[in-house]
């Protein structure tokens, strides 16, 4: 379930973005000015708002550490200001001039995109505040940015309907025609999907627009072998021009807001509708999913940004068949074991699953041997597979069944965190899991496999205020 539990209502005029860190809550609006709150209580900074733009502010974003945010406006500024004062960091300009639409930090915090309205695009050093490079798209303006998890490349939207893939170095790799009236925002999720025949990894890349569609694509960029693009599906709940789309920060949830003033809320695995949200009272123009804790802000033109909570469990359930909870396992049917092994990317072996009679209680009594033996799978690598699978979805029910809500769980060792810490991925971990995963010179995320842009590792206190309530409530 997902629930309303905030409500900000401090802007005077459209809120047009609202962006997290992981103790922070931007939000921008056609007032002229962004205004920062605390997540542990959403009380506004004694620095907020925060006032340079002298026209509309279109967009705001945070740097991957959270210590600095960027805004853009109409005013042909993008501005960069430290989170802990509020004092401003660089002015940078668009050499053009033309009003500036949308920005965003590369996962590394190196550089910084801008585009404007009357289509250039322009690559920011982000150390020096210097022009790295500039280019433009061939019609309309940029109104959508967002960069792959790795960092390789980023996608641009604008308002003819073009999404178009840029590399590190500002090359065109791509242009496509995307959305028939005009693309509105586009975002990847956090998580890679691995080719089983290839070995490759995509990108999930969600872009939507005035044609009251959002589109999954799915990208992937090696210098080897070069790029690719492929359509993958249309999701069409909203019956109005969808302006805004975003991932959950494990990439099984995506959610829209639309000129229908719904938000839509989707399982990314399966593509089906989870929740509908309907309290704004007009367009929804923004929407975004906290890093690290359950929180999802939806921004509207009634001038206000909603606060929604999702239960404990809410993200991995979303991924189950049927919408079973996961400590009901040994209740599925052999169509819900089924329905799994699809939503797994095994749906080759349901056949021989359905030939065995594999239930719910079966399929956690699975071994190496029952599956070799009995079920007749000879290749090692896809009884590994299976094996692996098994194995998450048996600790998914044993932390479910003991009540600790999942995002409490370090991915490395599977137990409750003590003094949770933010990667640079984005994740949380605990402190010494992830001190010593990093002293074994593992220099990827033990979330996304990706190379960590940094090893700093950040106190998540609001994490560990929301454990420790948890605790006192449930220890008692």
């Known amino acids: 379930m997902v629930k309303l539990i905030h409500t900000l209502a401090d802007h005077d005029d459209d809120v047009n973005c609202c962006a997290f860190s992981a103790s922070l809550l931007a939000t921008c609006s056609l007032d002229k000015t962004i205004r920062l709150y605390c997540l542990s209580d959403f009380t506004e900074l004694p620095h907020s708002p925060l006032k340079f733009h002298t026209y509309a502010v279109h967009c705001c974003c945070f740097s991957p550490s959270g210590h600095i945010l960027a805004s853009c406006s109409t005013d042909g500024t993008t501005v960069l200001w430290d989170t802990q004062n509020g004092q401003i960091l660089a002015v940078m300009e668009q050499p053009s001039g033309s009003p500036v639409r949308v920005c965003r930090f590369s996962p590394d915090s190196s550089c910084l995109v801008s585009g404007a309205a009357d289509g250039t695009v322009v690559l920011w050093n982000a150390q020096t505040y210097k022009l790295y490079r500039c280019g433009s798209v061939k019609d309309g303006s940029l109104v959508a940015c967002a960069f792959s998890p790795n960092g390789n490349l980023f996608v641009t939207g604008s308002s003819c309907g ?26 990847f999720s956090p998580q890679p999907v691995s080719d089983g025949e290839q070995g490759l990894q995509f990108f999930r890349l969600a872009s939507c627009g005035q044609d009251c569609h959002m589109k999954i694509w799915m990208i992937s960029f090696t210098h080897i072998l070069g790029f690719e693009l492929k359509y993958k599906s249309t999701l069409s709940g909203h019956c109005a021009p969808v302006l805004a789309c975003a991932f959950s920060h494990n990439g099984q949830m995506l959610v829209s807001g639309s000129v229908d003033k719904s938000v839509i809320v989707y399982d990314t695995n399966t593509e089906n509708i989870l929740y509908t949200l309907t309290q704004h009272t007009r367009y929804v123009t923004t929407c975004a999913f906290a890093p690290s804790i359950l929180l999802l802000a939806t921004g509207s033109m009634d001038k206000t940004v909603n606060i929604w909570q999702f239960d404990p469990g809410a993200l991995c359930q979303a991924r189950i068949p049927e919408d079973q909870p996961e400590q009901f396992v040994e209740d599925w049917s052999e169509d819900d074991v089924s329905d799994w092994l699809c939503a797994q990317g095994l749906k080759d072996l349901v056949d021989i699953f359905k030939m065995n009679n594999i239930d719910g209680r079966e399929l956690l009594n699975l071994t190496k041997e029952s599956l070799a033996d009995d079920l007749k799978i000879e290749s090692l690598g896809l009884r590994s597979k299976v094996l ?89």
């Not at 090359?171 to 975002?187: F, N, S, Y």
């Not at 593992?442 to 106190?459: A, F, G």
């Open 162 to 187: 073009d999404l178009t893939v840029w590399d590190d170095k500002m090359r065109c790799l791509h242009d496509e025609k995307a959305h028939d009236l005009g693309i509105t925002c586009c975002d």
């Open 388 to 476: 692996r699978k098994i194995e998450e979805l048996r600790k998914k029910v044993k932390i479910l069944s003991s009540g600790i809500p999942d995002e409490f769980i370090c991915p490395i060792t599977r137990e409750l965190m003590k003094d949770p810490v933010i990667a640079s991925d984005g994740y949380s971990y605990e402190k010494e899991a992830m001190e010593n995963w990093i002293s074994k010179k593992k220099r990827t995320s033990p979330m996304t496999n990706l190379v960590l842009p940094s090893v700093v590792l950040t106190p998540n206190r609001t994490l560990k205020m929301a454990i420790e309530r948890w605790l006192e409530t449930h220890q008692k």
